[in-house]
């Protein structure tokens, strides 16, 4: 099995990758340079599936996952769901006091789960953006980052493998912070988690509309789940990129869709004049 992440070797989501009981021994890991990258190889079936980052505790939802999914990938479903502890580090090419460094770099997920440590303790450092964790780390140990000396935030194991140094280890701004990411697969794949007994099933949909004229739509259709008893553990909206107010409604709930429940509240945001795409039903991590 081909399975795709976020490259290059060391990234947060290619520990996920590695860490995730659903990885077969034998899978073919495949690095795409973006997250739209990893998903649209998904939808070519370059990859069978991948592994992207949806959302961190600290910095919230991954946009370029949610628009990806919703724009450019419409035969991908989301078939598993796992969550990785990410700790941070800061690296350089040598060992250098963290008053000479003028610049840092990372991809700005991670940027911004550090975003108090870099105001504490670098704050004339400039913080750029990289196009991942690993990929920083890389350009700063091979000297290619701007204006040195450069430090870059990913993790420990990318600092070894680019033959960097780690100058502070744990520098996120709460200890507590993890991402959840997505198992992709394209619709109709063979899901081997399907049919595992038990667990705990979540179902993540994405919707929107032009309202029905009176106040309240949103709640109007949010109300489908509440009356029954479907509970919602995460809505994000995102720009509907046609028109300025106009948004999508991604959401996510406990159950399958398999659940009568789950089905009808879907089915009843159709009422609502809603357009409705179920992105898949998983097992939660
Ligand atoms: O750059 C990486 O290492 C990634 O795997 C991406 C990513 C993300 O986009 O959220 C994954 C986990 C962490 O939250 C930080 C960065």
């Given at each position: 099995m081909r399975i795709g992440f976020l490259g290059p070797?060391?990234?947060?989501?290619h520990?996920?990758?590695?860490?995730?009981?659903?990885?077969?021994?034998d899978a073919e890991l495949v690095p795409a340079g973006t997250v739209h990258a990893t998903v649209l190889a998904v939808q070519s079936g370059t990859v069978e599936r991948a592994l992207v980052p949806i959302e961190n505790a600290l910095e919230g939802a991954v946009n370029a996952t949610l628009d990806a999914l919703a724009f450019d990938a419409p035969d991908v479903r989301m078939v598993g769901e796992?969550?990785?502890?990410?700790?941070?580090?800061l690296v350089a090419a040598q060992d250098v006091p963290l008053a000479a460094i003028r610049t840092v770099l990372s991809h700005p997920q991670?940027?911004?789960?550090?975003?108090?440590?870099?105001?504490?303790?670098?704050?004339?450092?400039?913080?750029?953006?990289?196009?991942s964790t690993a990929e920083a780390i890389r350009l700063v140990a091979a000297g290619e980052a701007p204006d040195p000396p450069a430090a870059a935030i990913g993790t420990a194991l990318a600092a070894e493998l680019y033959g960097a140094v780690v100058l502070r280890e744990g520098v996120e701004d709460d200890a507590s912070n993890v991402t959840r990411f997505v198992w992709?697969?394209?619709?109709?794949?063979?899901?081997?988690?399907?049919?595992?007994?038990?667990?705990?099933?979540?179902?993540?949909?994405?919707?929107?509309?032009?309202?029905?004229?009176?106040p309240g739509w949103l709640v109007?259709?949010?109300?489908?789940?509440?009356?029954?008893?479907?509970?919602?553990?995460?809505?994000?909206?995102?720009?509907?990129?046609?028109?300025?107010?106009?948004?999508?409604?991604?959401?996510?709930?406990?159950?399958s869709i398999a659940d009568p429940r789950v089905a009808e509240a879907v089915a009843a945001l159709e009422i609502h004049g809603a357009s409705t795409r179920v992105l898949g039903s998983y097992l939660a991590a």
């Open positions: 070797a060391g990234t947060f989501s520990a996920a990758v590695h860490a995730s009981p659903r990885t077969p021994a796992e969550v990785l502890a990410v700790r941070h580090c991670a940027n911004g789960q550090c975003q108090d440590f870099l105001r504490r303790e670098l704050p004339s450092a400039a913080v750029l953006p990289a196009a992709l697969a394209r619709d109709g794949a063979v899901d081997d988690a399907a049919d595992a007994p038990g667990g705990r099933w979540k179902t993540s949909v994405v919707f929107s509309g032009d309202g029905d004229g009176r109007r259709c949010l109300s489908e789940f509440a009356f029954r008893g479907v509970n919602l553990t995460k809505i994000e909206s995102r720009p509907a990129r046609h028109r300025l107010g106009h948004y999508l409604f991604h959401l996510d709930m406990d159950g």
